[in-house]
């Protein structure tokens, strides 16, 4: 069973940065991700991607998050972060990190609890 535990999410003020992590764990048995990433959703809003990263490293960002966040990765640790800059209210949302792997040649998606990113003065 894998689960994803996202922390870093909180109160800051326009301009400010933030760190989220996640770390995947998979009981019983050892598991591949081979994409890792955040999503966000605000209050009346779809969830829409934020940023993913391939287990060789290729990058996607949305266009209102590029050169402001930066997504990382250990494929060793299973572990996912997101470091965000300059922070604008219109980031606000609740932020997931989601973990996508091939099992028995059949996509399977994982989502973690959330973690509620506030940006606000």
């Known amino acids: 069973q894998v689960q994803l535990v996202e922390s870093g999410g909180g109160l800051v003020q326009p301009g400010g940065s933030l760190r989220l992590s996640c770390a995947a764990t998979?009981?019983?048995?050892?598991?591949?991700?081979?994409?890792m990433g955040w999503y966000r959703q605000a209050p009346t809003k779809s969830r829409e991607l934020v940023a993913i990263?391939?287990?060789?490293?290729?990058?996607e960002y949305a266009d209102s998050v590029k050169d402001r966040f930066a997504i990382s990765r250990d494929n060793a640790k299973n572990t996912v972060s997101l470091q965000m800059n300059s922070l604008k209210p219109e980031d606000t949302a609740v932020y997931y990190c989601?973990?996508?792997?091939?099992?028995?040649?059949?996509?399977?998606?994982?989502w973690g609890q959330g973690t509620q990113v506030t940006v606000s003065s």
């Open positions: 989601n973990a996508e792997e091939i099992h028995i040649g059949v996509p399977v998606e994982y």
């Open positions: 998979a009981s019983g048995s050892i598991v591949s991700f081979y994409v």
């Open positions: 990263i391939t287990t060789g490293g290729t990058t």
